[in-house]
């Protein structure tokens, strides 16, 4: 993609001691000053790209990376969560529907978009800027199985259900998860927009309590069947939830899955699968289902 954006200014990094450009979606004649001295102040209030010729991030203030691509690997999924989040392949390897709530620089949407063939993959994003920034991150254009929704997502489903096989609960602002997520209403609709074998898949930061007020809303909505695994190198903790009332599966057999998949797809799912399990049988000991 052309850095000559039309509708967009660039600021050189350098007074953050970075090298790389800026890019705001202002016009060319903007003030610049004022410009530098609300990102610096943390009170600029629109997505901004950061580019450094190798890395693009998209980010809600300069402390808060929102999402991250390599210029030489677009399609790539940079950031380690975002790859435990596709272990939903595990229990769907050929998925006919993936919602994806938080848009975002588009890491989940890409991927499942262009590795998943046979998928449809509709992606709900509240923020017009996020959408905004879609070109900046090389998300292909809607069409017949790509569709990106502007919509608050507690709105969105509390519609009609579509049958989804997975849904991906990916919905950080600077604030974190948006509070009107954090409802046991919210969780019951992505459970009944699932369908009877669906999985929810949620990346819950951190360990503050709102997330395991999150994480215990969704134990409730899914009738205690959910395992939840640690990624510590990104202080997040992502959760599975299963509609399927058959829950626990054969883990033996997903087992042969895994290694199946990780022929198709570059992620640890062996490993994945492990400690999938192993959180089944820690919650199991503590008698939460």
């Known amino acids: 993609m052309s850095l000559d954006v039309p509708g967009w200014l660039s600021i050189p990094a350098s007074f953050l001691q970075e090298s790389g450009q800026i890019w705001l979606r202002e016009p060319e004649g903007k003030n610049r000053q004022l410009l530098i001295k609300q990102l610096m102040d943390g009170i600029y209030p629109h997505p901004f790209v950061m580019d450094d010729g190798k890395v693009r991030r998209l980010h809600f203030s300069l402390r808060l990376v929102q999402s991250e691509m390599r210029l030489d690997a677009p399609d790539e999924l940079a950031v380690i969560y975002t790859r435990a989040m596709m272990g939903f392949l595990l229990f769907h390897p050929i998925p006919k529907h993936v919602v994806i709530i938080g848009l975002g620089g588009g890491s989940l949407t890409k991927y499942c978009y262009r590795n998943l063939a046979r998928s449809r993959v509709t ?79 949620a990346n819950i930061s951190g360990y503050s309590i709102t997330a395991e007020t999150h994480i215990d809303l969704i134990r409730k909505a ?48 062996t490993k994945l699968l492990r400690d999938m399990e192993r959180s089944a049988q820690r919650d199991k000991r503590k008698g939460r289902r």
């Open 123 to 201: 992606s709900v994003e509240l923020m017009e800027g996020v959408i905004a920034c879609r070109d900046w991150f090389q998300i292909p254009p809607d069409d017949e199985r790509l569709k990106i929704v502007q919509a608050d997502a507690a709105d969105y489903f509390a519609g009609e259900p579509d049958g989804a096989d997975a849904i991906l609960l990916d919905a950080y602002d600077e604030e974190g998860v948006a509070p009107q997520l954090c409802t046991l209403v919210f969780y019951a609709n992505l459970r009944a927009h699932l369908k009877p074998r669906g999985v929810l898949v």
């Open 222 to 269: 899914f009738d205690g069947r959910m395992v939840a695994v640690d990624v510590v190198s990104d202080g997040n903790r992502i959760v599975y939830a299963f509609n399927d009332p058959g829950f626990p599966p054969d883990w033996q057999r997903l087992m042969r899955a895994a290694r199946e998949l990780e022929g198709r797809h570059p992620f640890e799912f």
